[in-house]
């Protein structure tokens, strides 16, 4: 566990801050990011020829209808951009965002301290591994034990990555796919006992199928990781649009359930396998649904801002999506502002502060 005087207080990039000092949170972004594992090449040829070329106003309807066909689309990588992005964030009244982009897709730390610095927003950072896809032969994933990527884990949070001394503030998002891969449950199990070790919790980027929730909390309750720290992510991919009885199933386990992919319309290649897609009217009534089952505790919020077609500039609706066009939803279809405060203030500050 963390020492006393670090309890209830949250680890940002410059620095340790009280969790009052959060406010509206996004739990779930990315600044930097590169998705390029998700690269699918298509076989039809005009679309081979679309799937290569940087994205502009006469490709962009091909990139909409084809996010993981789409190269250019996949990486964020403009520290300048993503600075300009998050600023509408701020504008709009956020205050924090948690950078959940894995050490092995992207991680920079120092390039979130100069985004923190350039903005004035807090600015967590993760650490975790990815999906199995993305892992590398330098990686040597399968050689390596839970105990040695768990002490990984533990130093990131405490003494910061390698000798740069930025800190991590929690755990994610780990990649788990459907069924585990070896190395991901390796992934998994050390960050349960990570957890243990620094009182930070775990998010976690689940395979697409009802049942791999469930076995991801199995194995971490193995390990004596504490289920009530842990956020399941996509949680609106993850089940049917109408498995209202799952989704209260998992809040039971005392699971936080990660509605992240607002602003991600309707439109999933087939290719995906995702056939249910909701929009996100479709994610307000989802957590209406939680709320009247008595699991507004349970409930985070975000973006998970990860490709170019999520930003402004490219027609997406950015980090301030949920402030700027979602929040006027949620108070028009009955959901009051008491709730939405839980839902953007309390709840990401209960899951983002050391205990």
């Not at 490709?59 to 300048?80: G, M, Q, T």
Request: proline residues 5%.
């Amino acid at each position: 566990m963390v020492e006393q005087n670090v309890k209830g207080k949250a680890q940002t990039v410059l620095g340790l801050v009280e969790g009052s000092e959060l406010g509206i949170t996004l739990p779930h972004e990315h600044f930097l990011v590169d998705a390029s594992s998700y690269m699918r090449e298509p076989s039809d040829p005009e679309e081979k020829k679309l799937a290569h070329q940087k994205i502009n106003m006469e490709n962009l309807w091909y990139a909409r209808y084809h996010k993981f066909s789409c190269e250019d689309n996949l990486v964020l990588d403009d520290i300048d951009m993503a600075i300009r992005e998050a600023i509408h964030f701020k504008q709009a009244g956020g205050k924090t965002i948690v950078d959940m982009t894995p050490i092995n897709i992207g991680r920079v730390p120092q390039t979130l301290v100069d985004i923190a610095k350039a903005t004035s927003l807090n600015i967590i950072m993760g650490t975790a591994y990815y999906l199995a896809m993305s892992y590398t032969p330098e990686m040597k994933m399968e050689s390596r034990t839970v105990e040695s990527i768990a002490q990984e884990f533990t130093r990131d949070i405490t003494v910061g990555v390698g000798d740069t001394g930025i800190k991590a503030g929690i755990i994610g998002e780990l990649g788990c796919s459907w069924p585990l891969d070896k190395g991901e449950e390796k992934v998994l199990r050390a960050a349960g006992i990570a957890q243990q070790e620094t009182g930070a919790a775990i998010n976690i980027h689940p395979g697409g199928h009802p049942d791999a929730p469930f076995a991801y909390a199995k194995i971490l309750e193995e390990v004596g990781a504490d289920t009530n720290r842990v956020v399941l992510s996509h949680t609106e991919r993850g089940f049917p649009i109408s498995a209202r009885s799952e989704r209260a199933r998992l809040a039971e386990k005392g699971c936080y359930l990660e509605f992240d992919q607002f602003g991600f319309d309707a439109q999933w290649p087939l290719s995906t396998g995702t056939l249910d897609p909701p929009n996100d009217v479709i994610r307000i009534t989802m957590i209406m649904e939680l709320i009247e089952d008595g699991f507004l505790d349970r409930i985070l919020v975000s973006q998970d801002v990860c490709t170019k077609l999520a930003l402004r500039f490219y027609s997406g609706g950015g980090y301030a999506h949920i402030l700027k066009n979602i929040k006027p939803k949620m108070l028009a279809k009955g959901m009051t502002e008491e709730q939405i405060h839980t839902l953007l203030v309390d709840n990401p500050r209960r899951i983002n502060t050391f205990v």
